[in-house]
């Protein structure tokens, strides 16, 4: 790696201040040649797909950033660099660990809050991230992955000459062997609107005090002293409790996802996720009426119920399911009461 590289290395990608996508961006290096894949793991609606040049995708993002997302696909050497205008896909762990999946991927990511992160994604993994003027604080599994890589980059002087964007594009350079220059982004960028995958489900500590408040103590007391197997049966009763609450369970997807759990097997967490995806997107394409936003929503809190943690699942089954209209706090206690006892409607 060059360790006795000067300012000039990041300076050389000052142009990035004057360009179209100057404010906010997302750009992530995608290592292979092949864009189907990286589309799809982004989200990609294939449907959609048009080739555009820079300026017309940046007015299509534009028009449609309250809707949703778009990304622009282009080869670069042996990487494909994907781009977003006022989009932060790029940064999610739900993309990077699905991109990066037998590959390796970079990402750089800024925007009008001068909020920043760069990130890197080996083999279906989040190795490092961190904001670009804080690489000190960093995150993921192997934090310290890019160390040698960063070594000589004079990182505090870089960032007060040319700014953070340029730092992270002079050290996405460094891990692809790639320089950006304006020029690549001349030419047909290959775009598609996002279907953006559902958040990943997240640990929550101390999940029976978050319920404090808000249903029965001897309520909270029962499921502290529960078993999982009974946890689980609380969290997957919520869950039918609501989509039977928003009219869906005769849903193929739902209907399959809770059969399985009605017999002790293991709920296709995947399944029910592509639906909410594809659900999601169907929203923000179409005039959804009430009933059809209330349905994905219910269609959420089973997917929470997939949580590997029984405990976490009945806590986020029962967030998720306020949201859905029509289910109050006191119906869905009593779901719950009856669940742990073995009592399922």
Known sequence: MRSNAGSHEVERFGWIHHSTIQEAACLTFVRGTDIDPVAEAFGAVSDYARELDFDEFCEEAFAHHEQYSMIGIQVFGEWSLVVEDNGWQGTRDEVLRRVSAGTEAVSAFWNVDR???????????????????????????????????????????????????????????????????????????VTFPVAAWPDDLRDVPDALDRLDGRFPRELIEALRVADDVARRRAA??????????????????????????????????????????????????????????????????????????????????????????????????????????????
């Open 115 to 189: 909020l920043t992160r760069f990130s890197y994604a080996v083999d279906g993994e989040l190795w490092t991230a961190f904001e670009a003027p804080l690489p000190e604080y960093r995150v993921g599994s192997r934090p310290d992955a890019l160390e040698g890589v960063r070594a000589g980059m004079s990182w505090s002087e870089a960032e007060r000459e040319s700014g953070t964007v340029p730092l992270m594009l002079a050290l996405a350079a460094r891990i692809t062997g790639q320089t950006l220059t304006p020029s690549r982004f001349e030419g047909d960028f």
């Open 236 to 345: 997957v009763a919520v869950a039918r409790r609501a989509v039977q609450s928003a009219e869906c369970l005769d849903h193929p997807v739902i209907s399959a996802v809770l059969a399985s759990a009605a017999d002790g097997g293991t709920m296709d967490r995947a399944a029910i996720s592509e639906a909410v995806r594809e659900w999601t997107w169907l929203l923000h394409l179409h005039r959804a009426t009430s009933k059809v936003r209330n349905q994905v929503r219910a269609a959420e809190v089973l997917r929470q119920a997939t949580h590997d943690d029984p405990l976490v699942a009945v806590f986020t089954t029962l967030s998720a399911a306020s949201h859905v209209r029509g289910l109050e706090n006191g119906e869905l206690a009593s779901v719950v009461a009856r669940a742990l006892v073995d009592r399922l409607d």
